[in-house]
Every structure is written in structure tokens, then in C-alpha cells.
């Protein structure tokens, strides 16, 4: 999962305890679930990801790979990543493509949000 990019995109703050924090209303329930079922990875990842602007798609896989196990066990989780799978590819691919420019994929981010609380508001 790429949540602490979103986080990131979404609050303007930096990583690691930053990811955590629901600031806003638009905020998916998927960051929601994952930041309160698996706060340690995230934070793990999310501080990997500060510390390796232009190789965190590398350095961090592992980290990346444990949260999103961890998130992927929750059922509205589940559901988001079923009904939101083409913008948050689309928003992966472009965090692929713009790895020391995160801030380009701002409105992939936003497209895959405002999908993840239509998800959210039909639970």
C-alpha cells in the first residue's frame, strides 16, 4: 500500500507519525483502518519511505509489503481494494513513475479518496 504517500499528499506534514493523523473528513476508510489496525507498520514504513526519498520503492518493499498484509486482513479494506482497484493502480503507477516527485500524482490520490469514501459511506 502506498498510505504514507497518501498522507503525505493529503495533511502537507511530513511522514512517520504524521501518516497517522485523519485530518480531514475526505480522509478513506482504508487509511483509517490501517492506521488504527497496523500503526506500527505504517509508522515503520512511513519512516522508511522519509528517509529514502529517491529509493524508497526499493529500500522499502518489505515494510510496504507487511502494511499492506496487515491492512489487506480487514473486510472494508478488502472491499475498498476491490471497488477502488483502478485509481489506486493508477495512483501506484504514478508514484512508480514520479518516485522524487510525489507531489505529481495529487490528483490520482484524490480520485482514489473520493472512490474509497463512496465505499465507505455504502457500509
Request: aromatic share 4%; hydrophobic share 35%.
Amino acid at each position: 500500500m502506498a498510505t504514507a504517500g497518501l498522507s503525505r499528499m493529503r495533511s502537507g506534514s511530513g511522514l512517520g507519525r504524521g501518516v497517522l493523523r485523519v485530518s480531514s473528513a475526505r480522509q478513506h476508510a482504508a487509511l483509517e483502518v490501517t492506521a488504527r489496525h497496523c500503526r506500527s507498520e505504517l509508522e515503520q514504513y512511513g519512516r522508511c519511505v522519509a528517509a529514502s526519498p529517491a529509493t524508497w520503492q526499493q529500500d522499502c518493499q518489505q515494510l510496504r509489503l507487511r502494511t499492506a498484509r496487515c491492512a489487506s486482513s480487514h473486510p472494508i479494506v478488502q472491499k475498498i481494494r476491490h471497488d477502488c482497484a483502478e485509481p489506486f493502480t493508477a495512483f501506484e503507477q504514478c508514484l512508480k513513475q514520479n518516485q522524487a516527485s510525489v507531489m505529481n500524482c495529487k490528483e490520482h490520490v484524490n480520485q482514489f479518496l473520493l472512490c474509497a469514501e463512496q465505499v465507505k459511506l455504502m457500509t
